[in-house]
């Protein structure tokens, strides 16, 4: 019987100028918003205190803005990177032009600005990818520029064949033109 692992794409099989469209949503709640929030010792209480909250511009709590952009970063993950990316360099942009509310879905797609080989890491290159996520009712919600170091599928079927994979990733960071890529 033949298999089919799931998995991201390779360098050499991203494209640019696509719009990769990731499903199902995801509806954030109150305890995946209240968990997240104090997993990562956010003591906002934009996020917490619903009584104080009612009081502030929005009348009621806001999903925490690092929730939003993990699920949003996250929901790319099993379409573009599932065991293709070697490393996650950076983020140049971060945008959060909307809030989710407890109840809301957040809608996810990608699209591939640009990627070049690694000048320092043959066999592996850098995509830029630009994260949009919008509400159940269409508005942008969030938005984010990322970069990550991608393998080749022969680089990484050659380095998987014999068990060895580079080490620690000191560059490509989002911004740097051609340093230590």
């Known amino acids: 019987m033949r298999e089919i692992e799931q998995r991201g794409l390779y360098h050499d099989e991203l494209e640019t100028e696509v719009r990769y469209v990731h499903r199902p949503g995801r509806t954030l709640t109150e305890a995946d918003n209240v968990l997240f929030t104090t997993l990562t010792m956010n003591t906002q209480s934009l996020h917490l205190d619903a009584a104080w909250a009612a009081t502030?511009?929005?009348?009621q709590r806001l999903v925490n803005?690092?929730?939003t952009l993990s699920t949003l970063v996250g929901?790319?993950?099993?379409q573009l990177t599932q065991g293709t990316i070697v490393a996650n360099l950076g983020f140049a942009e971060v945008a959060f032009p909307h809030p989710m509310f407890h109840g809301d879905t957040l809608y996810s797609s990608t699209v591939v600005l640009e990627k070049r080989p690694s000048a320092s890491?043959?066999?592996q290159g850098v995509v830029t990818f630009e994260h949009r996520g919008h509400n159940q009712d269409g508005v942008l919600v969030a938005r984010a520029v990322r970069s990550a170091l991608v393998w080749t599928r022969a680089a990484h079927e050659a380095a998987t064949t014999t068990g060895g994979e580079p080490g620690?990733?000191?560059?490509?960071?989002v911004g740097q033109e051609d340093g230590p890529s």
Do not use: E, K, N
């Open 56 to 59: 502030q511009p929005f009348g």
């Open 121 to 123: 890491r043959p066999g």
């Open 75 to 78: 929901a790319s993950v099993a």
């Open 168 to 173: 620690p990733v000191a560059g490509d960071a």
């Open 65 to 67: 803005s690092m929730l």
